[in-house]
Every structure is written in C-alpha cells, then in structure tokens.
C-alpha cells in the first residue's frame, strides 16, 4: 500500500485540528481545519481530525491518487522510540492513544509521529523562511511557546522527548505558573496566555500605569488587545509587550549561542501577528548573543504559516519511508 505518491498530513494543537493532503511534490494540496474546544479531549480530537483526513483520502482516492504514508505533527511531547504522543500540556488523554497504529488501521499506510514545532522547523528549513540556510531554529508563539532545530535540511534529534524546548527555558525565576509544573518558562510570560498573564502580574505591580490604560478592566486583557494597545502607544501595553520580548529575547539568545542557527524562523498565531513585534525581538536579541556571533543569524518570521506543521508532516513520511527503502 506503500506504492502511492501522496501523503496524508496531520497537525494537532491548542485551538486546531488540521487534516491534509500532499500531493507527489510533497507540497501541500488541501487542507481541512477544525477548532477544538477548550474542553474537548483528546478520543475526540482524535476521531474528528481522523474522520475528516478519511474524507479526503476517499476523494482524493476517487480521483485515482494512492497514497503513500502518514505525518503525524502532535502538539505535545513525542516519544520518538516508541513513535507516539507522550504528553500534551493542553489537551488530555492523548498519551492513552496509539495513533500511529490506529491511522495504521485506518488508512493502511504506515504512520510516523513527530513534535509540531520539530516538523515546522523541517518545513520552513526545506521550503519557507529558512529555505537554503544550513542551520535553522524555529520558534512558535501561539498557545503555547515551542522549538526546533534542523540542521543540513535533517531535524536535530537529540533525545527522545526532543529537543531545543525553549518554551520551557525558566526567564524569571520564581516567576508564573507554567503548563509544564515549572514557574517562570518562557511558556508562561511569552505565549498568547502567557502575555495575558503577564499583563495582570504587572497590573498588579504598576496600578497606576494600569488604571490609566485603556487596557484596565476587571479581566485581564487577551495578547490581541494588549499587542494593539501597544501599538496605540499605550503606557502599559507597552510594558507588558517589552517585558514579555525582553523575556523571549534572553532565552532566544542563550538558543544562538549554544545552536549558532543561520535563521532564527517565528512562527504561530501570536509570532506572526506583528512585523513590528519581531523588530523589537530583534532589537534585544542582538545584544544578548556573542558579539562574535552577533552578524552570523538573522531573525525572520514564518513564510508557511499556517501550512508550516502539515508541510512537514508531508515532508518527514516522505523521508521516513525513503529510508526505509534504502
Ligand atoms: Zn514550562
């Protein structure tokens, strides 16, 4: 069943389920996104993004396309040895799940299963962003606040649970609650979430800037009301998106110099939603790393997109089942 040369391609994460299809260029063909709910675990998630992924193959199928494997971009820890999600920070069950061997049964095409941020990293390396840079370390910005690191075209695989997680790198000690049990990650100051949480913590230090903004209200402001109220030039907009920058620039700069990546790529809902917020991480960066190093990386915001996740999907099966064939 390995003869085809399209390939189905997944992404799992905070807000969406994505089901895909790559066709024998391994670019992405169609895609079917799905909004999970907050509440919602992981059996349905599962079944929902499954059952929409199976309504491609049948008419993708119909049309005479076979099919050749499966990319699975799991928005969690991944156990690599035994090809399967281990733990996911925002949605629970999935560890109860064996996706590979159940898209196995499903689809009959051999199933290989990787971090979301490792696969984005491979996608904007191969054909995005980091495209012809020999060494690349992606960053999201989104629900969460994850990493990779591809090196020559390969994702770096260094332990089994991953690698280049700089969303857990502590930036303040003591500081908020993180997802992962930790307090004061990158995670818990730099992510959408985190952003908010950020802004009451501050609120609660400055009440006089915070009463006077127009973010001051009895909830905490979300990330996109706080990003516009900075660009505004709101006082305390302001402080919050600089504390937060200056946070993920401290730990981004510690990744530049212990990976010296040619091309730093963010992505994620809340990494691509400013040019101007990429300015300013560039700007504090810069004089965090090596002075040596300083004129050797560059940081560039995602060209993939939304398409990051499933466009390496697609690309990881491909390679999987080449070398397997070797
Ligand atoms: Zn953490």
Request: with cysteine.
């Amino acid at each position: 069943m390995t003869d085809g040369s399209h390939y189905l391609a997944f992404e799992t994460g905070g807000t969406k389920l994505v089901a895909a299809v790559a066709g024998p260029d391994l670019r992405i063909l169609e895609t079917v996104v799905l909004h999970r709910e907050k509440s919602d675990r992981a059996e349905r998630s599962f079944e929902r993004v499954a059952t929409a992924a199976e309504g491609l193959h049948r008419r993708y199928a119909a049309n005479g396309a076979g099919f050749r494997a499966i990319g699975f971009g799991f928005g969690g820890v991944v156990r690599r040895s035994t090809n399967s999600p281990h733990l996911c920070l925002h949605e629970d069950g999935w560890e109860e799940i064996d996706v590979a061997g159940e898209l196995n049964a499903r689809f009959g095409l051999p199933a290989f299963v990787e971090n979301d941020c490792k696969l984005a990293a491979l996608a904007e390396a191969h054909c995005g962003a980091g495209a012809g840079a020999s060494s690349v370390f992606y960053v999201t910005l989104g629900t969460g606040v994850g990493g990779g690191l591809v090196r020559e075209g390969r994702i770096q695989t260094l332990g089994d649970f991953g690698e280049a997680e700089i969303g857990h790198v502590v930036v303040e000690r003591g500081g908020p609650p993180c997802c992962c049990g930790g307090r004061g990650c990158v995670e818990s100051v730099c992510s959408g979430p985190g952003l908010s949480r950020l802004a009451a913590l501050l609120g609660e230090r400055s009440p006089g800037l915070w009463r006077a903004s127009k973010l001051f209200a009895p909830r905490p402001p979300d990330s996109k009301a706080i990003l516009a109220a900075w660009r505004a030039g709101d006082p305390f907009g302001s402080l919050v998106v600089e504390r937060s920058v200056d946070y993920l620039a401290t730990a981004l700069a510690a990744a530049v110099n212990l990976t010296v990546p040619e091309k730093v790529v963010i992505g994620g809902g809340l990494g691509t939603a400013s040019a101007r917020m990429i300015d300013l991480l560039r700007k504090r960066t810069a004089p965090l790393v090596a002075p040596y190093l300083r004129d050797d990386f560059e940081i560039v915001v995602s060209k993939l997109r939304e398409q990051a996740v499933t466009q390496g999907a697609a690309l990881m099966a491909a390679r999987k089942i080449a070398a397997r064939l070797q």
